[in-house]
Each structure stands twice: as C-alpha cells, then as structure tokens.
Nanobody, 124 residues
C-alpha cells in the first residue's frame, strides 16, 4: 500500500518559516519523482514544487520561487518543503503527491497518490 504522511504544518506569522516533511512507503521512493501541491480555502489544488528521483531536476510555481525549497533524502524516504518569507496567500492545505500506478488483474493505470494534507496558516 502506498502511503504518504505529511507533517510540519502550523500557524505562522507573515515573514515566518515552516518546513514540511513527507514520508513515503509502499513504493520505490528513490526512483520516484515527488511533488508538493497546495489547496487554498475555496480554491483548486495547485502544484507548488516538484523534484526528480535524485533531486537533479527541480521545478517551482512562480508564486513561490525564491521563497520555497524542495529537497529529498532518499535514505529516509522523505521529501521536504522549506517555506521561507511566508505570506497570507500561502495559507492552504499542503499535500505530498506521488504519480504512480494502480494495478488491476489486467492492467496498470497511472494514479495520483496523496498524503492526508497538512494545514499551513499564515496570519498575524
């Protein structure tokens, strides 16, 4: 069973920092690209950052470039999101994501696996 467990969210003042963690299990973490998404209240889920299996390729949404850093430790099967200079607009539920597969008896289909989400609230 693929499992993704996020942690590290909380309440922080504007300009503050948080570090999110996502521990993965049930799949070959070290060969898998990982992603962070977020969903602000009343809005659609959006991609925040992506990292390739070895960390060699990283991408960020324009809204977080220069403030957020995605990284991973394959020895711990964990991906991180360091968030600095947080703004109220960053308030959202943050989700860890793995684009894997779901198998049936006759086929395997692409499938998005999600963590439970961790709440980040930026407010004074």
């Amino acid at each position: 069973q693929v499992q993704l467990v996020e942690s590290g969210g909380g309440l922080v003042q504007p300009g503050g920092s948080l570090r999110l963690s996502c521990a993965g299990s049930g799949f070959t973490f070290s060969s898998s690209a990982m992603n962070w998404y977020r969903q602000p209240p009343g809005k659609a889920r959006e991609l925040v950052a992506s990292i390739s299996s070895t960390g060699g390729t990283i991408n960020y949404a324009d809204s977080v470039k220069g403030r957020f850093t995605i990284s991973r430790d394959n020895t711990k099967n964990t991906v991180y999101l360091q968030m600095n200079n947080l703004k109220p607009e960053d308030t959202a539920v943050y989700f860890c994501n793995y684009k894997g597969f779901r198998w049936t008896t006759i086929q395997a289909s692409a499938y998005d696996y999600w963590g439970q989400g961790t709440q980040v609230t930026v407010s004074s």
